[in-house]
């Protein structure tokens, strides 16, 4: 059964530092790896999708690294904004098609 | 664009009721997924399907039952409801097919209370 670990469940930053936040997950067999963002009472957003044959993805300040050999991903924040404030999370699609998802990590930006 | 629509968008139950959630997307997306997300436990699959007509159980799918007639719609039915079905319910979906590795969009969630 495929387990994906995100911590710590949460994380405090000053606004303006870089941060990484780190996904790990125990059955290396998997097509993609996704990296979403939750804001309170809202849905998800996908943010960055890693194909299993991919090392990383890059969308403006943001960065995700696969490491899928030792079952690992970080999602890359450069010069944290309040904005960024929200839940982070991270899924993996496995060979059964499953999407399993990260408890997630709440980020919290201070101004 | 409508993406995946779910709805309802709220929705108060009595205990032991019934009701059917429905979700749709228009990007003619072969797998479709229902998950449950509560505090501390995080999204849990409830039931998933990987095209119209086919159906298959996630971690969490006792007191869930799911129908894929159509390709465009997904429906999670909720036979007895119980306090514990207390949740909020998403509904996602992807290219599947041989393009596993495609991303998986997301609705906005129905918020269900069973008092």
């Known amino acids: 059964k495929q387990e994906v670990t995100q911590i710590p469940a949460a994380l405090s930053v000053p606004e303006g530092e870089n941060l990484v936040l780190n996904c790990s997950f125990t059955d290396s067999a998997i097509y993609n790896l996704q990296w979403f963002r939750q804001d309170p009472g809202k849905g998800l957003t996908s943010l960055l999708l890693i194909q299993s044959s991919q090392r990383e993805q890059t969308s403006g300040r943001l960065n995700a690294s696969l490491d899928k050999s030792s079952g690992r991903s970080t999602l890359y924040i450069a010069a944290s904004q309040p904005g960024d404030s929200a839940t982070y999370l991270c899924?993996?699609?496995?060979?059964?098609?499953?999407?399993?998802f990260g408890k997630g990590i709440t980020l919290s930006v201070r101004p | 664009n409508a993406g995946v629509t779910q709805t309802p968008k709220f929705r108060v139950l009595k205990t032991g009721q019934s009701m059917t959630l429905l979700c749709a997307q228009d990007m003619n997306h072969e797998y479709m997924y229902w998950y449950r997300q509560d505090p501390g436990m995080g999204l849990r699959l409830i039931h998933y399907?990987?095209?119209?007509?086919?159906?298959a159980k996630g971690e969490v799918p006792d007191g869930y039952n799911v129908s894929r007639l159509k390709k465009q719609n997904f429906l999670l039915g909720l036979e007895s409801a119980a306090p514990s079905q207390t949740s909020v319910y998403f509904c996602?979906?992807?290219?599947?097919?041989?393009?596993?590795?495609?991303?998986?969009?997301f609705g906005q969630g129905t918020r269900l209370t069973v008092v």
């Open positions: 399907s990987v095209g119209e007509g086919t159906t």
């Open positions: 996602a979906s992807s290219l599947g097919g041989y393009r596993r590795h495609t991303e998986a969009f």
């Open positions: 899924a993996v699609t496995g060979a059964n098609s499953k999407l399993t």
